[in-house]
């Protein structure tokens, strides 16, 4: 099995708030001191960071929940927990991240350095200090920590390249990729050597430089789910010229002309129009006995196929990648297409999703939603409500007595009368019970 993984399902949690604190000044003599309890610090958020360095999502193999640290509680004599750091997850560049259950795009991460924050951290709940007013000067409330934000997502790497190197198995890919680079891919006699992308930079003659990546070789269906193939066309989506690379000895029985029209088939159909980006054909293996004839051939079939919309102006650069010859002005030619051809941006009718930053009690989700078990209780639900029950510190009476004014403030009361409850009934969020009482 490959060592490879460029694509993987990840479980965030960020940290919960600090719970803010009840407390009251004693003095020595002061016989009531007014309210002294801190809020609770911020719960760190889980950041993903693009590490230059990183070229696989190999490191979520075994690892695959991050949780960053919950805030400081606050404390008494009004000091305030503190904030928790955040938790840094590192990735690759060229890793698109979404959320694993809505699909949305959370964001595309290219540069180093780069950050995207998956989940946020809560914010710290406030002590009592905060709560105090003439009305109420020495008030027992206090909120709890909000709780931090948990999520599933889906990182999917696309490695970064200007060029791709596509080809049936064996036509020299890696051959070639390993005479025009410093990269040194495996290379064999054998279908599927290279069972990973290989990147590699490249320097031509008149010193210009690109990114050059060899992908496992494409069989007929790949973009199907045949083979290899598939799962590594998503490596071509980035790049901007494809270098198509054809073995023009038939040594291994085949014809050029056709696994020409069947990658290109394939390219075709793989989901981002991957042959509209511009292609050179690299006739390989030129060194061979009947790779000329061969190649005056596969010219002629493809002149007769006036219905390619693309063989009119059908670059073809006869090389050997073993014996070296051919390259420079095939790396060169490279180079000039590079210079006029845009980016093809992948997520363009895409929209990034924005983030409420305070995440919950902004967004216009419903308040609640009620259910009655089968014994009559009546039960409250919805993130709104259960993150409001969450904040709520039952230790104490008069935070109790917020909380059931928080209830009726959003139109609990009202709705479950609506629904039918009578005094007396019982009213259920998570595991707390209380009275309805008209
Ligand atoms: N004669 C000749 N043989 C070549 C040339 N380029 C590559 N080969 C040979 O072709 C075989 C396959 O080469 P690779 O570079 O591994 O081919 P690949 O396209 O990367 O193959 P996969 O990774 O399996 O898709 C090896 O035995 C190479 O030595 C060439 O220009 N001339
Ligand atoms: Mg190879």
Do not use: C
């Amino acid at each position: 099995m490959s060592m490879f993984l460029d694509q993987v399902t990840i479980d965030v949690k960020a940290g919960k708030g600090g719970d803010g604190m009840v407390a009251f000044r004693r003095e020595k003599y002061v016989p009531d001191g007014g309210p002294a309890g801190g809020d609770g610090g911020r719960g760190g958020d889980v950041v993903l960071m693009v590490e230059e360095g990183l070229r696989t999502l190999m490191d979520f193999r075994y690892n695959r929940h991050f949780r960053a640290h919950p805030g400081e509680n606050g404390m008494s004599k009004g000091m305030h927990g503190r904030g928790s750091e955040d938790t840094f997850v590192k990735v690759p560049p060229g890793t698109t991240v979404r959320d694993a259950d809505t699909g949305a795009l959370l964001g595309d991460l290219i540069e180093n350095g780069q950050t995207l924050v998956v989940a946020k951290g809560g914010r710290g709940g406030r002590g009592n200090i905060r709560f105090a007013s003439p009305r109420n000067p020495a008030p027992e409330i206090a909120e709890n920590g909000e709780p931090g934000q948990e999520r599933r997502i889906e990182l999917e790497l696309k490695v970064l390249a200007d060029v791709g190197l596509v080809g049936f198995p064996s036509v020299g890919k890696s051959t070639l990729l390993s005479v025009i680079s410093a990269a040194r891919p495996k290379i064999g006699a054998y279908h599927f050597t290279t069972l990973v992308p290989n990147l590699g930079m490249v320097n031509t003659s008149d010193n210009r430089s690109f990114v050059v990546a060899d992908l496992p070789g494409l069989i007929e269906g790949a973009s199907q789910g045949v083979g290899l193939g598939t799962q590594f066309l998503r490596h071509i989506e980035r790049t901007r010229v494809i270098l198509h690379v054809i073995d023009m000895s038939g040594m291994e029985g085949r014809d050029p002309y056709e696994d020409y029209l069947a990658i290109n088939k394939e390219l075709g159909e793989h989901n981002l129009r991957l042959l509209e980006r511009p292609q050179i054909i690299v006739a390989n293996k030129m060194d061979m006995p009947n790779s000329e004839e061969n190649l005056a051939q596969f010219k002629e079939e493809l002149a007769k196929e006036k219905t390619d919309e693309f063989a009119e102006d059908l670059l073809i650069f006869p090389i050997s990648a073993v014996t070296r010859k051919g390259l420079d002005n095939l790396l060169n030619a490279t180079a000039d297409l590079l210079e006029k051809t845009p980016e093809f941006p992948l997520y363009e009718e895409e929209e990034v999703e924005e983030e409420a930053v305070h995440y919950g009690f902004t967004s216009d989700e419903p308040e609640f939603a009620i259910d009655r078990e089968p014994d009559a209780t009546w039960v409250l639900s919805g993130p709104k409500i259960e993150k409001l029950f969450q904040m709520t510190n039952f230790a104490h009476d008069e935070t109790v007595m917020r909380f059931a004014r928080q209830l009726r403030s959003l139109g609990v009361d009202e709705a479950l009368r609506a629904r039918g409850a009578k005094d007396g009934d019982i009213v259920r969020i998570g595991n707390f019970e209380f009275e309805f009482v008209e």
